[in-house]
């Protein structure tokens, strides 16, 4: 469509205005092509005819809708107005100060601190594409971070950042927060932090190098070029400072309400501190080079405080104390230079004192001769090649020689601070990338240009050229991609202004050659610029009022530039003899400064390796060439070198008033700045093209309203839309088709828009058409129907008017007597009817009453027996329970007194054992006896031989006769010393033997005295555990005492409640016998209404007869034709006519109606009374069928109470079951006390028959004792007797035979008497051997006796069969391989499924049961450390695996959930069963362990908590903003974002479902993993408050996201995720609270926002967010259509006054990291430890059950 076809009626264009540069104007009628003339309305209403030339016509207005975009390329009209226009609107009405202009970055100062640069920003803007989010610096540094990060993969392609504007447009700051940007994005791991270093260079330069001017109190007096440099990970490892063209007149003058360099005063400010004294400082006011503006304070600012920061950033780069010292001496001389005095001596000579006080403090300071300085302040020196001239200078040249010298130490001292900050931050490593921030000076023109504003502009047209190439290059990359024709477009080339400036013969080689020659002047310079170009070249010219000014045409406006100064600041000479005395300085530094040396190469340089991307012209090289341009061309063309070899992006920094006043917008201002800073170029360039882009989904989805059914019923959109617009629009050359987008020249959207609200308009019309009908006939049906209504009173009353006559009253009076009487017969009648029935019901009602005494009578009666027996009863129970208490008390008397036995016993059998002990030592006594024995029996056998030696002597007399008994003697000697070895060797053999016997005995005695300690200890231990089991029994008795009272109170509640339910149903009984009364009853008035229904029919057929008869009455009685024949025809007629003999007929007939309605309602009455009676017995019915269900619902309870009662008692008769068990076990305690006692009195009488034989073998060896004292006797005698014999056989032989018989005798007796001692000694044996015996049985009867009192524990404890404990047997050794199997091996997907929550856990916990059992300390600590460890390492394995995180997060805390409720502390037993009681950790509190646990699980807990949110985060913006859940409800206008052609758009296309399916997965792996229900909600929760957060931080940065449409959207959305929250039963985790804040503003942007009552709901309802976000959502709030409103500022400002008392934190952004407080509840284990199985699938098959 043509563009001249758009200026139609109520659209709008823009005029031209001297104050506001455009205005808005509306077209009254449609203009027609050709005419000059275009009627106009101004906004304030006043009509204009304003002069046109048909082919200039001023530019269209953008639609409403169009208003306000983020990016001005998206605007459908561009052209000036519009761009301010758009800019004004999101700077004024929307407080938005960034506003893109294609690949520009347009940036307004707002000069007021806003809240959007906190790190929270700095988060969400990282890694999102340059389009998605609001216009920001941010958005710029993500871009160029992100194509230095992923395109240098492949071409290692380094970005750079050039940020414009003139002073106090706000550009330090902005790229100070670019800077901030990568540093924060890019930390690095190491501890030099580089990135703080970088940003510390920032506070230094600004001190040295800016100042304040009229423009701007920190306006940067020089250009910078900071390079950032990346490693290989894309970490900040250094930088390198670049600068340009340093203001070094600044530091010798200052224009008025200017100021110094800051440092100066910050010097000033600190003069006082004791470091600095010897500076000999005073306040500013004091020097001349810091006083000269008249204002040496800025408001707000410390310069005090500024110089602390200052000397901190010094420090942070690792500039020592030293240094700064030195810098701050060189600061303080320059400040006494500028105050020594000069004094004319004459015209033509100067002096300065040596005196002067602060000439002395420079020199001093500077290590100077002072009368040197003084001297060659005020003279000069020529050489030439004949002489050397010394020449005094005036007073004038004397200043200026020492200014020059100020400036050139200053210059020096700023370039060795950026050296000494480039060598703090070089790095030693290689560079990978880099980025570069270019903060340089925007294109300037003041009243007086001079040649600091000539370098500016040159170094301005130089980047303008650049960023056109560069923009040429983005447009023909953009339309190759897209498949579209490339065109060639006109646009301005600034390359003759560079010639003019810098070629051959230009006009900065020009300058060079001037200031070569020794009388060249600023004049002559100018005449040769006008000789050369003022005819040559149309861009430079002369002005027509001034002879020292020239004039260049720049690319943004014509420049006047005053040529005095040129030569002097380009040559920028110090005299020779100056320099020399500061190269003698004693003061190292000052002399550095100017020592002939050659520039050293930055170690950055030669890690930067940049390719031009376009040949540039190189200067000519002479010689000599060291002049101010010349530098600044170098460095130049270096800076460009570096910017075409690099990708920029553009920032073009705006200052929207000159009085600094925040959101204050003045347009000529802007205006003047846009066109110099080439943002309006740009839009021109883009105009000439196809400015408008978008993509088809967008076109689709905005325009599918234009389209037909047809069109819409095809599947392919892309062509649904080629369709469409090759029908909308009949150009084709207005729009281009590419691949993925639709290109639009400038007004086609517009038009489309136009289009689309005229379809919107028409159906909007229609709409209304309808409606408007729709009511319009309701209230013409409403007035007709009132009107007829109205008709019909009024003609019914005009008909009684007319019907009413004196004769009409008479008979109605007469018929109103008739009825009069009818009616009163008639309700006679009735009531002697209604009588009779009503003393019917009473009788009955009477009956009823005294049946229904009668039997509660009776109830109350059997109540009493039943009362009776049920209290007897009770009372038995009472008594039984008495009785089982007393019996229970016996019960444990009884226990105590068989304890006391088994001490007893105890002490008995100790008392036996001590016996045990005499008995040995005795016999050891009698051992020693015998041998004393043995020892009298040698004694005698020697006494024998001697007395055998005196026989044979006394024999040699009698041999002949003797010879025989001396041979009887020889043998019996013979036999007797046999008998005396074989003695001897028994004896021998004996003592051995009883040796042995007593080591044997005491070692026996020592193993039963060990066995006894033994079994005293285990029958202590018994005792104990008896003790305790029978406090458990107690305690168990008592509990089930309480229960049985419990129980009993609640049986007799039972049965009160049964006997008021069996008076109830004796009721119910008693009514339902009544039921069939009732039924009698009813039958009878059934029958009474049959009987009444006859008579009723007989009634009106007597009224029908009697009404009959009257009519024939009436009939005879009137004689027609008798009153006709009397009448006149006339009065017959006037009869007729009056109508009163049809009117009385009528009269009849209406009595005649009036008794059958009579009749009738008496019929209805009874009909009536007949109904009530049904419904009364329906009533009844259903009251018995109610009484009936609740008779039946109480049989049901009094079933369910029977059920409690009988379990109750036969829990009851369970208590008699376990007091049997319990008797039972008395009874076998009872019996092995019996066995024990029968055991011990075996014992016993075993010890005491071994005592007996003992006794007896003592017996028996006492009597062997004394057979042998005997025997000694014996031999004693018989050797008296051989004595006497002797002598008798001396003194006669007779008496020797006779006594060789007794001899004989006593022989036999000694040979008898060792033959009984050999059988008592073989007795002895025998009787040692038994013993044996008997003690080895005694033995073993211990033994067995130990076996039975532990079967008997066994049986005692549990008279079950054989169970497990929960305990895993395992080896020391086997413990790696349990963490291995378990823990590092085990994969929970598969394994969860089929086994209980948390196994791998109590697996753990029961060998750590089986090492707490066998009280081994190393053991459970290696295990315990081992099995730690183990999880930390499977987690450290599986960092990022979210299925593994939540198992071992569930099994920690089920683990730690053990180690509690097994500790065996009361506030944990307390949820434990009596089983799980007794698996109590017994010897080990592992309190500490617990609490590495729970520090372990909090840490799991946030790892798990971080891979969550990393996985749903992708999800969030584009499910929760951008996907559009309702449809037919769309959230997108045309904006037609530009989006950076080399963004990278890696995000998938994410919806509502996915994010519910990512949290119904969550969901399902914490569920299938058992883990807490409560730690599931509270993860839960914090999953919902990232999603609420991270939604409404985009929602606060997506200005198009703020419409009406998108509030639904958003509202959807959260409803989605509450109903998933019911779904999964989380109602309770307060996960719906964190959304509230999102919902709020979801409800903000639907709600009206007109009224002051809307203001005071806003501020009422949304009390989640706080001012700063309830006024950026106003403020960014965007209509979608025409008929929405946008926010007034008066309506945010109404909103922002209400919400001033609120205290909320002034951040925009939620903190989207934040983390809730993690609690782990304590959530016992229900799972037995016993009934714990391990599965085959865990590889445990070394691990027991015990």
């Known amino acids: 469509m043509a563009l001249v076809e758009l200026y139609t009626q109520y659209n709008r264009v823009w005029i031209p205005d001297p104050e506001e540069v455009w205005r808005s104007a509306e077209i009254i009628t449609n203009y027609k092509i050709g005419n000059h003339i275009l009627h106009l309305q101004l906004e304030d209403g006043t009509e204009l005819n304003y002069p046109v030339d048909p082919s200039a016509l001023p530019p269209l207005r953008n639609p409403d809708i169009l208003v306000g975009e983020n990016d001005l390329t998206a605007l459908s009209y561009l052209h000036e107005p519009a761009v301010l226009h758009n800019l004004k609107v999101r700077f004024v009405e929307s407080k938005l100060i960034y506003t893109y202009s294609g690949i520009i970055l347009v940036a307004m100062n707002p000069y007021k601190q806003l809240p959007i640069y906190g790190d929270a920003i700095i988060h969400a803007y990282s890694g999102q594409n340059m389009g998605d989010m609001d216009p920001h610096i941010f958005a710029v540094a993500e871009e160029a971070y992100k194509q230095m990060a992923r395109l240098s993969r492949w071409n290692n392609k380094n970005q750079s950042v050039i940020v414009s504007g003139e002073s106090g447009a706000g550009k330090t700051v902005s790229a100070r927060y670019a800077m901030r940007y990568f540093a924060t994005v890019s930390r690095s791991s190491s501890n030099a932090q580089v990135e703080d270093k970088v940003l510390a260079s920032n506070p230094i330069t600004e001190a040295v190098g800016n100042a304040k001017t009229t423009r701007n109190d920190n306006s940067s007096r020089f250009g910078k070029y900071m390079e950032i440099s990346f490693d290989k990970r894309y970490q900040i490892i250094g930088a390198n400072m670049r600068t340009y063209l340093l203001e070094k007149s600044r530091v010798v003058f200052q224009s008025e309400n200017e100021r110094n360099y800051h440092i100066f005063y910050q010097l000033c400010a600190s003069a006082l501190r004791p470091e600095f004294k010897h500076l000999k400082l005073g306040t500013a006011e004091e020097f001349n080079y810091t006083n000269m503006g008249g204002n040496t304070v800025i408001e707000g600012v410390s310069d005090k405080d500024n110089m602390l920061e200052t000397q901190k950033t010094f420090t942070l780069l690792g500039l020592k104390e030293d240094f700064q010292m030195d810098v701050f001496k060189i600061l303080a001389a320059i400040l006494h230079l500028g105050n020594v005095q000069i004094v004319a001596v004459g015209d033509e000579r100067s002096s300065v004192s040596l005196d002067d006080k602060h000439l002395n403090i420079f020199c001093e300071l500077l290590d100077l001769e002072s009368d040197n300085m003084a001297r060659w302040l005020c003279h000069r020196k020529i050489i030439t090649t004949s002489e050397t001239v010394v020449k005094p200078m005036t007073k004038s040249q004397a200043l200026n020689a020492r200014d020059a010298l100020a400036k050139k130490i200053y210059s020096h001292l700023f370039d060795f601070i950026v050296e000494r900050i480039n060598k703090a931050l070089q790095f030693p490593g290689k560079q990978h990338t880099f980025i570069g921030v270019l903060d340089i000076y925007g294109f300037e023109t003041f009243d007086v240009n001079s040649f600091e504003q000539f370098c500016i502009n040159y170094a301005n047209e130089k980047l303008q050229q650049q960023f056109n190439l560069h923009v040429f290059k983005l447009e023909q990359e953009e339309y190759m991609k897209e498949n579209i024709p490339w065109t060639l477009i006109d646009f301005y080339d600034n390359q003759p202004v560079i010639d003019l400036i810098e070629a051959k013969m230009g006009i900065l080689e020009l300058l060079d050659e001037e200031c070569l020659l020794p009388q060249g002047t600023d004049e002559n310079w100018l005449q040769k610029l006008y000789n050369n170009f003022i005819t040559k070249n149309p861009l430079f010219e002369k002005p027509r009022m001034s002879n020292s000014s020239f004039i260049i045409q720049h690319f943004a406006d014509k420049v006047e530039y005053k040529s005095e100064g040129f030569m002097e600041k380009n040559r920028d000479t110090v005299y020779e003899v100056l320099i020399e005395i500061l190269k003698n300085s004693k003061f190292q530094l000052c002399a550095n400064f100017f020592q002939d040396r050659p520039i050293p190469i930055s170690p950055f340089s030669s890690a930067i390796k940049v390719k031009s991307a376009k040949t540039v012209i190189k200067p000519p090289n002479k010689q000599f060439r060291t002049t101010v341009g010349d530098k600044f061309r170098s460095s130049l063309y270096l800076l460009m070198d570096t910017l075409n070899a690099t990708t920029p992006h553009y920032v073009r920094c705006i200052k929207p008033n000159d009085q600094k006043l925040a959101f204050e917008f003045d347009s000529k201002r802007v205006v003047q700045q846009l066109r110099a800073c080439g943002v309006l170029e740009t839009i021109r360039i883009s105009s000439q093209s196809y400015p408008s882009r978008w993509t088809y989904i967008e076109f689709y989805s905005r325009y599918s309203i234009l389209m037909s059914q047809h069109e819409l019923s095809l599947n392919d959109k892309k062509q649904i839309c080629k369709i469409v617009l090759q029908r909308l629009i009949q150009d084709p050359s207005q729009y281009q088709f590419g691949r993925t987008k639709i290109f639009f020249r400038a007004g086609q959207v517009a038009y489309l828009e136009k289009l689309r609200s005229d379809k919107l308009r028409q159906a909007c019309i229609m709409i209304q058409k309808h409606t408007r009908g729709w009511l319009q006939r309701k209230k013409f049906l409403c007035i007709k129907q009132a009107a007829v209504t109205i008709q019909q009173y009024f003609r019914g009353q005009r008909s009684v008017r007319r019907a009413i006559t004196a004769t009409a009253l008479k008979e109605a009076w007469a018929a109103i007597v008739i009825q009069k009487y009818c009616r009163g017969y008639l309700v006679r009648r009735l009531c002697l009817l209604i009588r009779v029935a009503a003393l019917t019901i009473q009788a009955f009602t009477r009956g009823f009453l005294a049946r229904k005494k009668y039997r509660k009578m009776l109830e109350e009666h059997k109540a009493l027996i039943l009362q009776k027996y049920a209290r007897a009863w009770l009372a038995r129970r009472r008594f039984q329970s008495i009785r089982r208490f007393v019996l229970n008390i016996q019960l444990s008397y009884r226990v105590q007194r068989l304890q006391k036995r088994l001490e007893d016993q105890n002490k008995e059998n100790h008392v036996l054992l001590e016996k045990l002990t005499t008995l040995a030592s005795n016999h050891s006594s009698d051992v020693e006896t015998i041998q004393k024995l043995q020892l009298d029996l040698e004694k005698l056998a020697t006494e024998k031989k001697i007395s055998e030696e005196k026989e044979k002597k006394y024999k040699d007399d009698y041999q002949q006769r003797m010879s025989k008994l001396e041979n009887r003697s020889s043998e019996l000697q013979e036999q007797k010393v046999k008998l005396e070895k074989e003695l001897q060797e028994k004896t021998e053999e004996m003592k051995d033997k009883m040796d042995d016997l007593t080591k044997q005995l005491f070692a026996d005695v020592q193993k039963e005295e060990r066995q006894r300690t033994i079994l005293e200890k285990n029958l202590h231990n018994q005792k104990q555990y008896y003790e305790k089991k029978i406090e458990s029994l107690k305690t168990e008795i008592k509990s089930l005492k309480d229960e049985n009272d419990q129980l009993q109170n609640e049986v007799q509640e039972n049965l009160q409640i049964q006997d008021v339910l069996k008076l109830e149903v004796e009721e119910l009984t008693s009514q339902a016998k009544t039921i069939p009364e009732l039924q009698k009853e009813i039958e009878l008035v059934q029958a009474q209404k049959m009987d009444l229904e006859k008579q009723l029919q007989y009634q009106k057929r007597e009224m029908r007869e009697k009404m009959s008869d009257l009519a024939r009455q009436l009939h005879e009685s009137f004689d027609f034709a008798d009153v006709r024949s009397r009448l006149s025809p006339e009065d017959l007629e006037h009869l007729n006519e009056d109508g009163e003999l049809w009117f009385a007929y009528e009269g009849l007939k209406k009595a005649t109606r009036v008794l059958e309605s009579h009749s009738q309602s008496q019929k209805e009455n009874y009909e009536r009374e007949i109904e009530g009676l049904n419904s009364k017995v329906e009533h009844l019915s259903q009251e018995i069928s109610h009484l009936q269900q609740l008779f039946r619902k109480e049989n049901d309870k009094n079933d369910i109470i029977q059920l409690q009662v009988a379990r109750l008692t036969s829990e009851n008769m369970m208590i008699p079951d376990l007091k049997q068990q319990i008797s039972e076990l008395q009874i076998q305690k009872m019996d092995l006390e019996n066995r024990l006692q029968e055991e011990v009195e075996k014992n016993r009488d075993k010890m005491e028959e071994m005592i007996d034989l003992l006794h007896h073998k003592l017996e028996d060896n006492g009597t062997q004792k004394r057979a042998l004292q005997v025997q000694n006797e014996i031999y004693t005698k018989e050797k008296e007797k051989l004595i006497v014999a002797a002598h008798e056989f001396q003194q006669t032989n007779d008496q020797m035979e006779k006594q060789h018989e007794p001899e004989n005798e006593t022989k036999g007796k000694i040979w008898q008497d060792v033959a009984y001692l050999t059988m008592e000694n073989t007795n002895l044996e025998e ?144 949820y434990n069963t009596s089983q799980q009681n007794k698996n109590n950790l017994k010897y080990f509190d592992l309190s500490e362990y617990r609490q590495v646990l729970s520090d372990l699980a909090i840490r799991i807990y946030h790892q798990f908590i971080i891979v969550m949110e990393n996985n749903i985060q992708p999800m969030i913006v584009p499910g929760m903003l951008e996907y559009e859940s309702l449809q037919g409800i769309s959230g997108l206008k045309p904006t037609g974002f530009r989006k950076r052609s080399s963004s990278i758009d890696d995000t998938d296309a994410y919806t509502m479902t996915s994010i519910l399916q990512q949290l119904s997965y969550f969901y399902t792996t914490m569920c299938q993993n058992g883990l807490d229900s409560e730690l599931l909600k509270q993860a839960v929760k914090q999953l919902f408050f990232l999603i609420g957060a991270v939604t409404l931080n985009s929602l606060f940065l997506r200005k198009d996201m703020c419409s009406c449409r998108k509030g639904m959207q958003i509202r959807c959305n959260i409803s989605y995720l509450e109903e998933w929250l019911k779904e999964k039963n989380l109602q309770s985790s307060s996960a719906k609270e964190t959304l509230e804040p999102l919902s709020q503003a979801a409800w903000l942007l639907q709600v009206k926002k007109i009224t002051d009552e809307d203001a005071k709901e806003i501020s009422e309802r949304c009390t989640s967010l706080s001012a700063v976000q309830i006024v950026k959502i106003l403020n960014s709030y965007t209509p979608i259509d025409d008929f929405e409103k946008r926010v007034t500022p008066s309506f945010v400002r109404k909103v922002q006054a209400m919400l001033n008392n609120r205290e909320n934190s002034p951040q925009l952004m939620l903190d989207a990291k934040h983390l809730f407080q993690v609690t782990f509840p304590f959530t016992p284990s229900p799972n037995a430890l016993e009934a714990i199985q391990i599965p085959n699938s865990f590889k445990l098959g070394f691990l027991t059950r015990i």
């Open 1327 to 1470: 009787e040692l051997d038994k013993n044996d015996r008997i003690i080895k049985n005694l033995q073993d009867q211990i033994k067995t006796l130990r076996r039975s009192i532990h079967t008997a524990s066994d049986v005692s404890v549990s008279s079950m069969p054989k169970e497990y404990i929960g305990m895993l047997q395992y080896r020391k050794e086997d413990e790696a391989k349990i963490v291995q199997n378990l823990i590092l091996d085990l994969k929970p997907r598969g394994v969860v499924v089929n086994m209980i929550p948390g196994l791998p856990a109590h697996i753990l916990f029961m060998c750590v049961r089986y090492a707490d059992y066998l009280n081994d300390d190393g053991m459970l600590k290696s295990f315990m450390n081992m099995a730690i460890n183990g999880i930390k390492q499977v987690i450290k394995e599986h960092v990022e695996d979210f299925e593994m995180l939540s198992f071992w997060l569930s099994n920690t805390c089920h683990f730690l959930n053990c180690l509690k409720q097994y500790s065996g502390e009361e506030e944990f037993m307390k």
